[in-house]
């Protein structure tokens, strides 16, 4: 212990474990204050990933924000109660009235019909004098709502969606009859305050008064018509707190009413939701970025700490130990990785404003730019993160450097692992960055799933990389020296191989799963359609008018096949005597216990469903009320046969035991309902019945058009929805998200351009070396380049290959276990988007070569 | 045996017994040192002598820690360096020994009084700053405190790390063939310090070099060939020789 203690070992020992940040710092600064040269690459991919990160999650949470302060406006009140398929109760009115200022609208679809017989679905709002509450109603022209909707020669005025005007060929000052009403369309409508309030709208807008709703018949008892009660408190605008008394006061006063109660603060939960879903999946993205960013985080670390070997060496041969060493390169990849997150988390927080100056009057939603401070902390953590994960490695392997290399030139074998504890920690590290991943998204499972599918495709694609230069190895040798010089380059230490399969490979499987996926929604929603799917849904058909119209659709269309069932609107209030608001629902069935569905009654199993638990009632059943439910949703919320489940219809709570459990078929668009229930279970109460219309053939325009017509003087009440139609407006928003997330991919693929430049300009050296001694034997240029060019199509290719695999493996997956359709492989994009990727390689590979080639031998030489 | 001590006493600064030394692997191993017993008294000047792959460079190492003889004794300043695991070694390196190397190897990033700080820095000393701008002075640089590597003369360069080298105070001081780089007049003067450093601090010297009117300076010449001390001059000896 003296000896120890009088070669300083021991006192040393404990000064330096106290300064030991301290010092790291201090040295880690000494050397970056000479610039960034050499962490161009490095930096570049933190940043892309983390500005997709922080980017995303701004514009997200300017969304949220721009959707929460205008509450009031989007809800149309600072409270709202909506019924379907009844209007509220005396005593539900006189409560509502008691509170403050009302107004209500209704809302409903109907077929909207010119006078020479062409017709479509419009979405129909109809509103009181007081409307609205809040905002403005934006026409154009501009008309007071009053003078826009009078009375006038027997036509009501409505303001119309500018689409329909275009889609039926009218003007304003044209007509139209909703029902028995005629309308007479006064004004484009162009601004509509409470607009997303609505949800996804299958028709044009028609604005009407109520008095043109009454009139037009629509109203039928059980006709799908929902009524929504605005209200706007004395004290509005002072504070959100003063809404929650009432709305705690509207359910405990009228518990059964089963109206949906949403307060300013809350106004449109699912839109919330659906952008937090979205939000989450461009976040996914985003991570994927940074993981092939972090391919050239890796090689940057490596490439950096190579140049260094001789002062890292130094250093320990001045008394640094091996941990210093680490620290001391840590800290500093630490600083550089702070520099390259902050830059992205810069450019991120500067989306919002840029999408809001750009896009703000064409995106439906108000757009509150403003700086996220908690979404730009995560994104710059997740670069942090990130670079720690992929630099521990090789910085673990410069605690190894041998000092000896200052005095010999023969370099010991370095060590291909670092040591155990830096292996450990690569590992804590990618866990912590996959769990907080998990954590901050909407869907734990579905990241879960994306984080462990690209950890898989990663590792795999390292496989890749090991196993094709390990057959490179051992190829036979080949008579043409360009071929053996690229065979070569393909396995030699340093060669691009893994970097590239990497990075490319793991950009490529992404943007080729979204590519798949696309290409599949897009035949599933058209392709595919003719063989399975109805033609028509019709809604609103009276119960008491049903035998008419199947004798009517049978008379105009005998080949067709009609399916017709009861449907009333129902929502789960409770289920297994748990309230439905505190029922566990797995993310998947979530959506069947918000807001209202429809529902039915049948004596036989429906079409398009089978029963996998239980039995089905018999067909003279009369008993106690019996509920069929949709297998996946009872798993998702954990209910079994024999529990109670009830549901508020037309205001009044029915109880029905769980009798059965049916495995239904989703994707035939036929009628499919989660609930079905025995018959006489609503026994007495109004309804309407939905029917779908299938042709033989598949229908076509002209049978099409020929129904409708004949349908709208027959029933002038009965909506038909074309199924074709909806289709389109869903494939439609479809297509945009795909964009979207296309657009998001495609930042992994610029990111893996990036790593692709960094790794050829860390094999420059090497390159110019090559070039230059073949150069002095008798090569010339040509061959030289054809060499290099054979190297990247190699390397290309099989990136390419396993990349292309890959992401169609996973589209695959996607579409058959939780899309649960058919996959078939889609050519087209995958082959364009391949193309791409390959020549990305083969010409960025050439350009990055070129300095390389244009060396003159005698200037290099004279340097070796 | 090569028992080359000639005083071996208790203030023996480098004591190695018995040390033998291969390297490389399977067909490609060389043996380096064969059986190596040396002693060298506290404050001696000892020079290596001898051909290009003699062991010379090794034998240096083995004495700093940096390479672990496959058997045999090394003890340096009253420590085996055997019971020090790499830390451990690095840390007694940087208070008991300083080393010049014939490449300078200056850290490129680090002005002149960083380079000379490294060793007083890492050792936690809180003047480190101030104690190198002395060591600095004392090689006759105290107007270059603040140039980088890049913009000193190879003489200068290699004056920084004698500065650096002795910034600590070593009990031993080695130099490997430190004027290698370096033209005629300038290595001289590198030589005139480094032996100023060794004198006046009392620091045992320890110099390898092909040079024999160098190797004359010193207390000792130690012969080596082969991996083998094959035998001894003492100053007089070499410069007859």
């Known amino acids: 212990m003296t000896a120890l203690a009088d070669t300083g070992i021991v006192s040393r020992n404990n000064a330096a474990s106290g300064g030991t940040a301290q010092l790291a710092l201090r040295y880690a600064w000494r050397e970056l204050r000479g610039g960034l040269h050499g962490f161009g690459v490095f930096i570049v991919c933190i940043a892309l990933g983390v500005f997709a990160i922080a980017g995303v999650g701004s514009v997200a949470a300017s969304l949220a924000d721009g959707i929460g302060s205008a509450g009031q406006l989007l809800l149309g009140g600072d409270l709202s109660f909506s019924l379907i398929q009844r209007e509220a109760t005396e005593a539900e009115r006189s409560f509502m009235d008691a509170h403050g200022a009302l107004s209500v609208i209704s809302l409903t679809r109907a077929m909207a019909r010119t006078s020479d017989g062409r017709s479509t679905l419009v979405e129909v709002k109809a509103v009181d004098s007081a409307y609205p509450l809040f905002g403005a109603v934006v026409t154009d022209p501009q008309l007071r709502l009053d003078k826009l909707f009078t009375q006038n020669n027997s036509a009501f005025g409505a303001a119309v969606d500018p689409a329909l005007l275009t889609r039926l060929d009218l003007k304003v000052g044209d007509r139209i009859t909703i029902g028995n009403a005629t309308i007479e369309l006064r004004a484009a409508l162009t601004g509509e305050p409470d607009k997303l309030t609505g949800g996804i709208g299958l028709g044009p807008r028609l604005l009407i008064s109520d008095a043109a709703l009454q009139a037009s018949g629509l109203i039928q008892p059980g006709s799908l018509v929902r009524r929504v009660y605005r209200l706007r408190l004395p004290d509005s605008g002072t504070s959100d707190r003063a809404v929650t008394p009432v709305e705690k006061e509207a359910q405990t006063t009228f518990p059964d009413a089963g109206w949906e109660v949403r307060t300013r603060s809350k106004a449109t939960p699912q839109l919330e939701r659906n952008v937090e879903r979205f939000t989450q999946f461009l976040t996914l993205v985003g991570l994927t970025t940074l993981l092939v960013g972090g391919v050239g985080v890796a090689n940057a670390v490596s490439a950096h700490l190579a140049r260094k070997r001789d002062a890292i060496a130094t250093m320990k041969a001045l008394g640094a130990t091996g941990g210093s060493v680490f620290a001391i390169y840590c800290a500093q990849m630490l600083l550089v990785a702070l520099f390259g997150a902050v830059i992205g988390a810069a450019l991120g927080a500067l989306l919002p404003y840029i999408v809001s100056w750009a896009f703000g009057a064409i995106i439906p939603f108000p757009v509150a730019p403003s700086l996220h401070p908690g979404v730009l902390v995560l994104s710059v953590f997740y670069g942090l993160l990130t670079a720690l994960a992929f630099a521990l490695w090789p910085l673990g392997r410069a605690h190894d450097i041998s000092v000896s290399m200052l005095f010999r030139d023969q370099i010991a074998a370095e060590r291909h692992w670092p040591r155990k504890h830096y292996v450990l920690a690569t590992v804590v590290i990618a866990a912590i960055l996959a769990a907080v991943a998990v954590q901050t998204t909407y869907d734990h499972r579905i990241a879960a799933i994306f984080i462990a599918a690209a950890v898989g495709v990663f590792v795999l694609l390292r496989l890749v990389a090991i196993l094709t230069m390990w057959v490179a190895r051992r190829l036979p040798r080949q008579g043409s020296t360009i071929l053996r010089l690229a065979i070569a380059n393909i396995h030699r230490p340093g060669s691009l191989t893994p970097t590239v399969i990497l990075s490319l490979g793991l950009g490529l499987a992404l943007l080729m799963t979204v590519i798949e996926i696309d290409g599949n929604l897009n035949r599933e929603f058209t392709a595919a359609l003719p063989e399975k799917a109805p033609s028509f849904f019709f809604l609103d058909i009276p119960a008491t008018d049903a035998s008419r119209f199947d004798v009517f659709v049978h008379d105009r269309a005998p080949a067709s096949m009609l399916d017709r069932v009861p449907m009333l609107r129902g929502r789960i209030v409770a289920a297994n005597g748990i309230r439905a608001e505190d029922l566990k629902a797995a993310p998947g069935s979530r959506w069947v216990l918000q807001g209202d569905r429809g529902i039915t009654f049948s004596s036989m199993v429906p079409a398009g469903s089978r029963i996998v638990a239980g039995n089905w009632w018999g067909p003279d059943y009369s008993g106690e009320p019996l509920v069929s439910l949709e297998s996946k949703t009872a798993e998702d919320l954990n209910l079994k046969i024999g529990e109670p489940i009830t549901v508020n219809v037309l205001g009044r709570n029915v109880n029905a035991k769980i009798a059965n459990l049916r495995a239904v078929d989703w994707e035939n668009l036929g009628i499919n309902f989660v609930l079905v229930f025995s018959p006489g279970t609503f026994s007495g109460a109004p309804h309407s019945d939905i029917a779908t219309l299938t042709f033989a053939d598949g229908g076509n325009n002209a049978e099409e058009t020929a129904i409708i017509k004949a349908l709208g003087d027959a029933f002038p009440n009965v909506t038909a929805v074309r199924v074709k139609d909806t289709l389109d407006t869903l494939d439609g928003i479809i297509n945009k998200l795909v964009l979207a997330l296309g657009g998001a991919s495609s930042i992994t693929l610029i990111a893996a351009a990036f790593v692709l430049g960094g790794a050829l300009a860390a094999s420059q050296r090497f390159r110019i070396y090559d070039a230059v001694v073949l150069k002095t034997y008798g090569a010339t240029r040509a061959r030289l380049l054809a060499a290099y060019a054979l190297e990247y199509l190699f390397i290309g290719l099989i990136s390419v290959v396993f990349g292309v695999a890959m992401g169609s493996i996973a589209a695959a997956l996607i579409v058959t276990r939780v899309m649960e359709f058919p996959f078939t492989w889609v050519a087209g994009q995958a082959g364009a988007a391949a193309f791409t990727a390959l020549a990305v390689t083969v010409v960025f590979g050439l350009a990055g070569t070129f300095t390389a080639l244009g060396r003159k031998p005698a200037e290099v030489l004279r340097n070796l | ?241």
Do not use: W
Request: net charge negative.
């Open chain 2, 1 to 241: 045996m090569n028992d080359i001590s000639i005083h071996p006493s208790a203030g023996d600064i480098v004591a190695l017994r018995g040390v033998d030394l291969s390297l490389g692997r399977g067909a490609a191993r060389v043996h380096i040192l064969r059986q190596i017993d040396l002693n060298i008294g506290r404050g001696e000047a000892v020079a290596l002598l001898g051909p290009s792959g003699s062991g010379k460079s090794t034998l240096l190492m083995v004495m700093t820690g940096l390479e672990r003889p496959d058997t045999g004794t090394v003890m340096v300043a009253g420590q085996d360096l055997r019971i020090l695991d790499e830390d451990s070694l690095a840390r007694f390196r940087g208070k008991n020994v300083g080393i010049v190397f014939q490449a300078f190897h200056l850290i490129p990033t680090m002005t002149a009084l960083e380079n000379v700080a490294v060793p007083l820095e890492f050792a936690g000393e809180r003047d480190a700053l101030a104690r190198a701008e002395q060591e600095l002075a004392a090689v006759g640089l105290a107007k270059r405190l603040h140039h980088y590597p890049a913009e000193l003369s190879g003489g200068e360069q290699q004056r920084v790390a004698l500065a650096r080298a002795l910034a600590p105070n070593p009990a031993i001081l080695v130099a490997d063939e430190p004027t290698g780089n370096l033209d005629e007049a300038t290595g001289h003067e590198i030589i005139e310090l480094l032996f100023r450093g060794h004198r006046e601090r009392g620091t045992t010297l320890v110099l390898v070099t092909h040079d024999t009117d160098l190797a004359a300076r010193c207390d000792r010449v130690l012969h080596l060939h082969s991996g083998q001390i094959d035998r001894q001059t003492s100053s007089v000896e070499a410069i007859a020789r």
